[in-house]
């Protein structure tokens, strides 16, 4: 699987947007770039992922680059509740060993009002 | 309702005792995990079941021992408990798992052991 590299924390004020880097310059062809957050004493939720284009959910917008080796994580109006910490993880979409999900540490993400 | 849930919540027990976690998920899922995260938040999975068949068994102890009894349940037994064993254990379900992105995750169960 390819490494990722996030900055350990960021900072946004309340209803700014929040946008959250990951660089994953080793990137294979088929692997898809996922986004998990874990709020504090909670389980990890999954948030969105994207394997080349952008997309966008009810949650977060996730903007690949053309060369696939960054992306970044966008909360539009980012709320006081979205502090937590936010994993980026690389997985290849399918095949008999990848039915793990390897974490990282993480970008800790404090929303400041 | 609660998608996955897990009991006890938090669990505090004396070294060299032997206790179990239970997980249950209302999804209809095929596949759950266990996980665990220690003091230093590393998240790691030790397990994966599919249709009650284990499909991966990470680096974890023999003391260890998941059970599960149907697809909706998977218990987690610890045996003669040392004090690393101290973290939070999460269960998780996935439909297929072959597309890990949509992990639902269970509350948590903080295991201390003194």
């Known amino acids: 699987d390819a490494k990722t590299t996030q900055p350990p924390s960021m900072d946004c004020a309340e209803g700014r947007a929040a946008n959250l880097p990951c660089n994953h310059s080793?990137?294979?062809?088929?692997?898809?770039v996922y986004w998990y957050r874990q709020i504090h004493s909670q389980g990890p939720q999954y948030i969105i992922h994207?394997?080349?284009n952008n997309e966008t959910n009810e949650m977060a917008s996730l903007i690949i680059t053309e060369d696939r080796k960054s992306s970044t994580l966008i909360l539009p109006h980012a709320t006081l509740r979205d502090t937590a910490v936010y994993y980026c993880?690389?997985?290849?979409?399918?095949?008999?060993?990848?039915?793990?999900?390897?974490f990282g540490k993480g970008t800790l993400l404090t929303v400041n009002p | 309702d609660t998608a996955v849930s897990q009991t006890p919540k938090y669990l505090v027990t004396q070294m060299g005792n032997d206790k179990s976690i239970k997980c249950e998920q209302n999804?209809?899922?095929?596949?759950m995990y266990w996980y665990k995260q220690d003091s230093k938040k590393f998240l790691k999975i030790m397990f994966s079941?599919?249709?009650?068949?284990?499909?991966i068994n990470e680096t974890v102890p023999n003391r260890f021992s998941p059970k599960s009894p149907d697809k909706a349940h998977l218990n987690l037994h610890i045996n003669s408990l040392e004090l690393g064993d101290s973290a939070v254990y999460f269960c998780?379900?996935?439909?297929?798992?072959?597309?890990?992105?949509?992990?639902?995750f269970g509350p948590g169960t903080r295991l201390t052991v003194t």
């Open positions: 998780a379900s996935s439909q297929d798992p072959r597309i890990p992105y949509e992990q639902y």
């Open positions: 080793t990137i294979s062809g088929n692997e898809y």
């Open positions: 994207g394997l080349k």
């Open positions: 993880i690389v997985r290849a979409h399918s095949g008999g060993s990848n039915y793990k999900l390897t």
């Open positions: 999804l209809g899922h095929d596949t």
């Open positions: 079941y599919n249709n009650k068949e284990l499909i």
